[in-house]
């Protein structure tokens, strides 16, 4: 509420200096570029990361299967014909759509309805995929980002993994423990600023039964193998950090560009991946092509023709306005670099850079808030590395021991182990193992040994991770590093038949 009051009254103050704020902008073809830049996650990694207080709530990784990145492609998209079929097409440089396509290994559904109070997860199937992608697309991580809820994002949560973030300028603004989430913008470190213009939110509780088109399925209402549904839905989000300074009018409330989108769910039956498939206009070109409409002036208007351009020309607009007449509020120095932006300048897809978490659900709601089980995120951590350097070494060991000296004796024990209060809601970067204690089982390298889920079995569920890492580099972490039985960096054969050395079945 107090964002949206501070909304309020910013925007009668600027509103009174022009009568008329419609952004003419004349929506422009896509400059030529290349079409589309594909990364990929590291195979088989997903590791539970909850994040409710105390680490209580149940969850069930068997029966709700955990979600694991396989790649991430974005790029300039042109349908064949955007009016009816905005997904059949081909990544091109005269496109005038954005795609954004993620593939996750097995199969996995639709989000449902997350919130305590109408708590539905596992509505469209048992494997529900939640998260966050957020796309920077001015290559500045001085501008947008997430100021009402950073702990959601992936600097509020990478370290979790077992790691520090491996991107310097991340550096200043990753939260190492839950102190990062003091809601002080001013105070380091600066975990709201994570630089993003958009971002696509899979959050569940965002559209009806009849958003959803079953392309190919049974029309039971529940997502299986081989089907295909496309689902119309606020999923394209701007910023949150820009709301408060925005011109946009016709949303939820002032400020917010979230309008519809076209998000398509495919499950490939052959290759065991779903793909998720992102289509949104990149002008307004594009946005009356798609519904057969003469394009319209920017407007900042998220109900009727909406793009990507229009969202970006709204910052330019806002940041303009407020070099005219500041706020006086730090939170503007998240926007203030678009006043000299060009909008059109940010419209190549392969020069956006892009962070991912994603995860599954709990089987039983919190009281109070929603919350999410992480498994897996992008870019990954070096498991280890707690000083940001890129690799685990000595430096990272006498790190994690001076962590432990300096806390140990704050719980009344002098036993060599500091235990993080409220875990899973708090956590700690020296927690490598993330179990809720920073002891000599975090200063301990990582020794491959086969048991890749680290269960204390070497099994079929690791000779399943085996066949995931296969040809993959060895030492990213788990689990693909507990599987370098060679410590070579690599998974080959000489691994598999190390493997059948160790393999015993279930521990009993």
């Known amino acids: 509420m107090r964002g949206m009051q501070i909304n309020v009254n910013i925007r009668s103050r600027l509103l009174g200096l022009t009568c008329c704020l419609t952004w003419l902008v004349t ?7 290349t079409a589309s830049t594909t990364v990929a996650d590291a195979p088989w990694d997903p590791l539970p990361r909850p994040m409710d207080p105390g680490a209580v709530l149940p969850f069930d990784l068997v029966a709700h299967r955990p ?3 396989g790649s991430m492609t974005i790029g300039t998209w042109a349908p064949d014909d955007p009016v009816t079929d905005l997904f059949t097409g081909e990544y091109g440089a005269d496109g005038e759509f954005l795609r954004l396509d993620l593939t996750v290994n097995g199969l996995v559904n639709p989000p449902g309805n997350a919130d305590p109070f109408a708590f539905d997860p596992f509505r469209y199937g048992d494997h529900p995929v939640y998260g966050f992608v957020e796309i920077d697309m001015d290559a500045d991580v001085w501008t947008g980002g997430e100021l009402f809820a950073p702990e959601y994002r992936y600097l509020g949560n990478v370290v979790r993994f077992g790691g520090n973030v491996l991107h310097p300028e991340f550096l200043d603004r990753v939260a190492l423990d839950g102190s990062a989430f003091d809601d002080d913008f001013l105070t380091p ?3 709201e600023r994570h630089g993003e213009e958009f971002h696509l939110a899979l959050i569940g509780g965002q559209f009806g039964a009849g958003d959803i088109v079953e392309v190919a399925g ?11 549904w496309n689902i119309r839905g606020p999923f394209f989000h701007r910023a949150h950090g820009y709301e408060l300074f925005s011109f946009v009018e016709g949303g939820r409330y002032p400020g917010e560009y979230a309008p519809d989108a076209d998000l398509r769910f495919r499950h490939d039956p052959v290759n065991d991946i779903t793909h998720l498939s992102l289509v949104f206009p990149l002008t307004n070109v594009g946005a ?12 900042q208007d998220p109900t009727d023709q909406t793009s990507v351009l229009e969202g970006l020309a709204d910052l330019q607009l806002s940041a303009f306005y407020l070099s005219v007449l500041p706020t006086g509020l730090p939170e503007e120095d998240i926007l203030v670099n678009w006043a000299e932006r ?3 300048g940010c419209l190549d897809p392969i020069s956006w850079s892009m962070t991912a978490i994603l995860g599954s659900s709990y089987t039983a709601p919190h009281p109070t808030d929603i919350y999410y089980l992480w498994t897996d995120i992008y870019p990954n951590v070096v498991t280890g590395d707690v000083d940001a350097s890129g690799e685990r070494d000595g430096r990272d060991t006498q790190l994690i021991a001076q962590h432990i000296a300096e806390r140990d004796f704050l719980d009344g024990l002098l036993d060599g182990i500091v235990t993080i209060v409220d875990f899973a809601t708090d956590f700690s970067v020296y927690d490598i193992n993330h179990d809720g204690v920073v002891d000599a089982m975090d200063l ?5 040994n086969g048991d890749s889920d680290e269960d204390g079995d070497v099994d079929l569920a690791d000779f399943a991770a085996l066949q995931c890492c296969f040809d993959s580099p060895g030492g990213l972490g788990p689990p693909c590093g ?3 039985l060679e410590r070579d960096q690599e998974i080959d054969l000489k691994d598999l038949a190390a493997f059948h050395r160790r393999f015993g079945g279930p521990h009993e």
């Open 27 to 33: 929506a422009q073809a896509v400059p030529a570029q």
């Open 67 to 69: 979600i694991d990145l």
């Open 189 to 191: 470190p600066f975990v």
């Open 218 to 228: 049974d029309d039971d209402g529940i997502f299986e193998e081989g089907e295909t």
């Open 288 to 299: 009356g092509l798609m519904r057969d409409e003469t394009p319209e002036p920017v407007n």
């Open 342 to 344: 060009d909008p059109e």
């Open 444 to 448: 301990i390298p990582m020794v491959p």
């Open 482 to 484: 507990l599987l370098d």
